[in-house]
T-cell receptor
């Protein structure tokens, strides 16, 4: 059974700092991996999708990497801003099953 | 363009009462998902529809949960009777072409509290 773990559970940083969020998964037979953002009381917003054959994806200040063989992904946020404060969730699509398995998320707080 | 719309946003009921949640996906999105999110957890898939067909309902507790997607557009998720452990956020999501497109859009959720 696929398990997705995110470390740390919470992170507080000063504005402007570069930071890394970690995601690990137990079964490397994934179809793709996605990073989502969730604001309090809101739904999820897809940030980046990495196909199993890819190593990284970039969108603006966000960069996500994938090392499928080691079961790890990282989300790098450059020059963090208070508006980046949210919970970030990692999810894997297990073998094209169309069923995302989510981690519990990392709650990020960026202090002005 | 409107996003995924869910209602009600909040619902408080007594245990053993029925409750229903409604979802209107983005126009043209054939795939619709219902997820359950407990506090401090990631969402878990309950059911997936392709048009009006439920193609994956393996994680839907069928003794008390039911769902339908008539005409392949709007969808309703029902719980009858509700139990204390059903208190959670129920999220609806839609996609034009499935997860591999990265185009997965979530509604704001329906928060259920069972007393």
């Amino acid at each position: 059974k696929q398990e997705v773990t995110q470390i740390p559970a919470a992170l507080s940083v000063p504005e402007g700092e570069n930071l890394v969020l970690n995601c690990s998964f137990t079964d490397s037979a994934i179809y793709n991996l996605q990073w989502f953002r969730q604001d309090p009381g809101k739904g999820l917003t897809s940030l980046l999708l990495i196909q199993s054959s890819q190593r990284e994806q970039t969108s603006g200040r966000l960069n996500a990497s994938l090392d499928k063989s080691s079961g790890r992904s990282t989300l790098y946020i450059a020059a963090s801003q208070p508006g980046d404060s949210a919970t970030y969730l990692c999810a894997v699509d297990q073998g094209g099953s169309e069923k995302l398995v989510f981690g519990k998320g990392t709650k990020l707080t960026v202090n002005p | 363009e409107a996003g995924v719309v869910q209602s009600p946003r909040y619902k408080i009921i007594e245990k053993k009462q029925p409750v229903a949640f409604w979802c209107n996906p983005i126009s043209g999105h054939n795939t619709l998902y219902w997820y359950l999110q407990n506090l401090g957890q990631g969402p878990e898939l309950l059911i997936r529809y392709e048009n009006e067909e439920a193609v994956d309902d393996s994680q839907l507790p069928k003794d008390r949960f039911s769902a339908e997607r008539l005409k392949g557009v709007d969808s309703t998720l029902k719980i009858q009777p509700a139990e204390l452990g059903d208190s959670a956020v129920y999220l609806c999501a839609s996609s034009p072409g499935g997860l591999n497109t990265g185009e997965l859009f979530f509604g704001e959720g329906s928060r259920l509290t069972v007393l």
